[in-house]
């Protein structure tokens, strides 16, 4: 089955850029999915597809992925971007698999 | 304007069964790319995926979870629902109905509940 390995946290100072990896053996064959949850609120999907952004996702957020790792980079980080990123990928055989998380501190 | 909102009690007991119910509003249940899902969060924890319906009825459990989960839908009242029995302190979460959608080889959570915390205490 699919296992993701995400760092646990990543700090970051205002105006700068985060890059979060999600690493697994299959990335190079499953898409990728991002999701933003904040304190006390549900994850918001923020990146599919590996480099989709759905509508109302500031243009900031961007993805891409390579033979075993995906990235999620938030470009001139705001306040607002605090929060904890999930990866998330799906195959038929390991169905849905969530990476642990990375929490995004804004300095 | 997708919408999903999960009810139930907050506080079950152990070995009792956990209920919780799924409306959805601004989308078909019925259709033959959603799928509808459960997704939980222990305190502090990850996310963990519980398990999902089709709108046929069909549904699709995580293994780790199957001998104790069933999930069910009535699309006539556009809701799903949860039933996991024999809880224990370990299902203690945060408990999210989401929409996966299915499409280009994969799924993904499009729209999610505001989620509702369950725990289980004597």
Same mark, same amino acid.
């Given at each position: 089955?699919?296992?993701?390995?995400?760092?646990?946290?990543?700090?970051?100072?205002? &105006?700068?850029?985060?890059? %979060?990896?999600?690493? &697994?053996?299959? %990335?190079?064959?499953?898409?990728?999915?991002?999701?933003?949850?904040?304190?006390?609120q549900a994850?918001v999907l923020? %990146?599919?597809?590996?480099?989709?952004?759905?509508?109302g996702?500031?243009?900031?957020?961007?993805?891409?992925?390579?033979?075993?790792?995906?990235?999620?980079? %938030?470009?001139?980080?705001?306040?607002?971007?605090?929060?904890?990123?999930?990866?998330?990928?799906?195959?038929?055989?390991?169905?849905?698999?969530?990476?642990?998380?990375?929490?995004?501190?804004?300095? | 304007q997708v919408q999903l909102q999960e009810s /139930?009690?907050?506080?079950? $007991?152990?070995?009792?069964? @956990?209920?919780?119910t799924c409306n959805v509003s601004g989308a078909s249940m019925? #259709?033959?790319?959603s +799928?509808w899902?459960?997704?939980?969060?222990?305190? /502090?924890? /990850?996310?963990?995926?519980?398990?999902?319906?089709?709108? =046929?009825?069909?549904?699709? +459990?995580?293994? =780790? @979870? $199957?001998?104790?989960? #069933?999930?069910?839908?009535?699309?006539?009242k556009s809701q799903f629902? @949860? =039933? @996991?029995? =024999?809880?224990?302190?370990?299902?203690?979460?945060? +408990?999210y109905c989401a929409r996966?959608?299915?499409?280009? /080889?994969?799924?993904?959570f499009d729209y999610w509940g505001q989620g509702i915390?369950?725990?289980?205490?004597?």
């Amino acid at each position: 089955s699919s296992v993701l390995t995400q760092p646990p946290s990543v700090s970051v100072a205002p &105006g700068e850029t985060a890059r %979060i990896s999600c690493v &697994g053996d299959k %990335i190079g064959s499953e898409s990728v999915h991002w999701y933003q949850q904040k304190p006390g609120q549900a994850p918001v999907l923020v %990146i599919y597809y590996n480099s989709d952004r759905p509508s109302g996702i500031p243009e900031r957020f961007s993805g891409s992925a390579s033979e075993t790792t995906a990235t999620l980079t %938030i470009s001139t980080v705001e306040a607002g971007d605090e929060a904890e990123y999930f990866c998330q990928v799906w195959d038929s055989s390991s169905d849905h698999v969530f990476g642990p998380g990375t929490k995004v501190t804004v300095l | 304007q997708v919408q999903l909102q999960e009810s /139930g009690p907050g506080l079950v $007991r152990p070995s009792q069964t @956990l209920s919780l119910t799924c409306n959805v509003s601004g989308a078909s249940m019925s #259709s033959y790319t959603s +799928y509808w899902s459960w997704v939980r969060q222990a305190p /502090g924890k /990850g996310l963990e995926w519980i398990g999902y319906v089709f709108f =046929s009825g069909d549904p699709y +459990y995580n293994p =780790s @979870l $199957r001998s104790r989960l #069933s999930i069910s839908v009535d699309t006539s009242k556009s809701q799903f629902s @949860l =039933s @996991l029995t =024999s809880v224990t302190a370990a299902d203690t979460a945060v +408990y999210y109905c989401a929409r996966e959608i299915a499409a280009s /080889g994969t799924r993904v959570f499009d729209y999610w509940g505001q989620g509702i915390l369950v725990t289980v205490s004597s």
